[in-house]
């Protein structure tokens, strides 16, 4: 593993030196994709991302210390699942949980594609754009999925969550959040 950059010390206060954070406190970035992070850093720089205490720690950072940042916790191991199952491999949707129902099945009627569709079986993310969801934070997902659906949140690349997040209901949320979290990750 890499050393850590004198740039991540205030990062790992709330990420952690593992980078998988804390629940209520902090979402797991180990693992994900160094652009991916970022660009999440610069929208909290220009306030593209509203987050009380992202936007000052981000604003301490140069492009520089922004590269140096995501490099290294990119470069962080993550417990991701190692033999993810695709949709024909899962059981019949109805012996499914909901939430593991909605992520590999979706809701057509609702116009509500499957999470995986995008995110990767299991959630282990996609190239640089779709991160992974396996083991991270319910409350994360959570909030972030509200973010998405008030508006607050509006910053993936291709316009794809916030009409997504929007037709979700509060028990889709939490069922959906609660089956990534329970995937890898910690």
């Known amino acids: 593993m890499a050393e850590m950059p004198a740039q991540a010390a205030t990062c790992i206060s709330c990420h952690q030196a593992s980078g998988l954070g804390m629940a209520n406190v902090a979402p797991s970035i180990a693992g994900m994709p160094a652009s991916y992070l970022a660009a999440q850093l610069?929208?909290?720089?220009?306030?593209?991302?509203?987050?009380?205490?992202?936007k000052p720690m981000a604003m301490m950072l140069d492009d520089t210390g922004i590269e140096a940042v995501s490099q290294w916790f990119a470069g962080l191991p993550v417990s991701l699942p190692e033999d993810p199952a695709?949709?024909?491999e899962k059981p019949a949707p109805q012996s499914m949980a909901a939430g593991e129902k909605l992520a590999y099945q979706?809701?057509?009627?609702?116009?509500i594609p499957s999470c995986v569709?995008?995110?990767?079986?299991?959630?282990?993310?996609?190239?640089?754009?779709?991160?992974?969801?396996?083991?991270?934070?319910?409350?994360?997902?959570?909030?972030?999925?509200?973010?998405?659906?008030?508006?607050?949140?509006?910053t993936d690349p291709n316009g794809l969550m916030a009409p997504v997040a929007k037709k979700l209901t509060a028990e889709d949320i939490t069922a959906v959040a609660s089956y990534f979290a329970s995937l890898g990750g910690q």
């Open 86 to 88: 695709f949709r024909g």
């Open 42 to 54: 610069r929208h909290f720089q220009n306030g593209e991302r509203n987050n009380a205490i992202m």
């Open 117 to 154: 569709s995008c995110h990767g079986p299991e959630g282990v993310g996609v190239g640089k754009v779709f991160p992974h969801l396996a083991g991270q934070h319910a409350d994360y997902i959570e909030s972030q999925l509200k973010a998405w659906q008030s508006g607050g949140r509006a």
């Open 106 to 111: 979706g809701d057509w009627q609702r116009g």
